[in-house]
């Protein structure tokens, strides 16, 4: 079946930079579009960052252009998010997900990780 797990998360203080790692298994990952999404306390989940199934296209949520980017090995099965600058609002637990449209709907993503959590410190 299909596997989808992040790793990479923690403690961080403001300023501070992380790289998130999502190692996928039981699907042909080089046809997938990857994304990242996250989900705070009482929040609901929203769109982070995708990327196309060749890597030649990427999107990314206003709240993060510019700090974030994603990428993917094909050859790891393997997609990542490096994160700089990172703030207290970035607080979150980040899932990676796949699906076969590179879009920013979390219904367009069939597939999900079990999350990472990331917290920001001041």
């Known amino acids: 079946q299909v596997q989808l797990v992040e790793s990479g998360g923690g403690l961080v203080q403001a300023g501070d930079s992380l790289r998130l790692s999502c190692a996928a298994s039981?699907?042909?990952?080089?046809?997938?579009?990857m994304g990242w999404f996250r989900q705070a306390p009482g929040k609901e989940r929203e769109f982070v960052s995708t990327?196309?199934?060749?890597?030649?296209?990427?999107d990314y949520a206003d709240s993060v252009k510019g700090r974030f980017t994603i990428s993917r090995d094909n050859r790891k099965n393997t997609v990542y998010l490096q994160m700089n600058s990172l703030k207290t609002d970035d607080t979150a637990v980040y899932y990676c997900?796949?699906?076969?449209?590179?879009?920013?709907?979390?219904?367009?993503?069939?597939?999900w990780g079990q999350g990472t959590q990331v917290t920001v410190s001041s």
């Open positions: 039981g699907l042909t990952f080089s046809t997938y579009a």
């Open positions: 997900a796949a699906g076969r449209s590179y879009a920013r709907l979390v219904r367009e993503y069939p597939y």
């Open positions: 990327i196309s199934w060749s890597g030649d296209s990427t």
